[in-house]
Antibody
Framework: QITLKESGPTLVKPTQTLTLTCTFS??????????VGWVRQPPGKALEWVAL???????RYSPSLKTRLTITKDTYKNQVVLTMTNMDPVDTATYYC??????????WGQGTQVTVSS | QSALTQPHSVSGSPGQSVTISCTGT?????????VSWYQQHPGKVPKLVIYNVSQRPSGVPDRFSGSKSANTASLTISGLQAEDEADYYCCSFVGGYTYVFGTGTKVTVL
């Protein structure tokens, strides 16, 4: 059974750095073609692809967010960690952890709500 | 990369068919056969219903079908049911192993 679960703060202040952790199980990030990453959704708005960590250690980022993002993995803990610097109220959203395979996102976490406010 | 363009809303009566378009460019939708579609009910997690333009994951009813022509992909829901009322998002591989989602479409069952 494949599961993904997000964890991290629910409230951050403007200019702070956000760190989100995705803990997954039921598959290996070492399997060819697999990726684990993030998709976000501001309240009442559309989904937005954020970042992916690939099986071959490659990391890819949304061009509009690239300068603020870092995605890493902890193999032993089956975790992928996203850091986003210089948080702004427009970054308020539900952040979903996703598994990528066959160029699609077939498995999603439950999502974690992040609010950026002073 | 800009979000893919979808109609804001579509509607149909039970049993009818509705089609949602997803328009991009030759750099995304038109350049790769890697378009996927997601269904999201209010307050719920998105669910994959179509991948690689026209493939259905296990468990997705065959009422859902996908296609693509040039820079536009489409999702068709045949035999519309009340439970199909939801938001739908397309997503395309862009190259450089990145992705872009669509603007989303609200499907209403009349």
């Amino acid at each position: 059974q494949i599961t993904l679960k997000e964890s991290g703060p629910t409230l951050v202040k403007p200019t702070q750095t956000l760190t989100l952790t995705c803990t997954f199980s039921g598959f290996s990030l070492d399997t060819s073609g697999v990726g684990v990453g993030w998709v976000r959704q501001p309240p009442g708005k559309a989904l937005e692809w954020v970042a992916l960590f690939y099986w071959d250690e490659d990391q890819r980022y949304s061009p509009s967010l690239k300068t603020r993002l870092t995605i890493t993995k902890d193999t032993y803990k089956n975790q992928v960690v996203l850091t986003m610097t210089n948080m702004d109220p427009v970054d308020t959203a539900t952040y979903y952890c996703v598994r990528r395979r066959d160029d699609s996102f077939g498995y999603w976490g439950q999502g974690t709500q992040v609010t950026v406010s002073s | 990369q800009s979000a893919l363009t979808q109609p804001h809303s579509v509607s149909g009566s039970p049993g009818q068919s509705v089609t949602i378009s997803c328009t991009g460019t030759s750099s995304d939708v038109g350049g790769y056969d890697h378009v996927s579609w997601y269904q999201q009910h209010p307050g719920k997690v998105p669910k994959l219903v179509i991948y690689n333009v026209s493939q259905r994951p296990s468990g997705v009813p065959d009422r859902f079908s996908g296609s693509k022509s040039a820079n536009t992909a489409s999702l068709t829901i045949s035999g519309l049911q009340a439970e199909d009322e939801a938001d739908y998002y397309c997503c395309s591989f862009v190259g450089g192993y990145t992705y872009v989602f669509g603007t989303g479409t609200k499907v209403t069952v009349l």
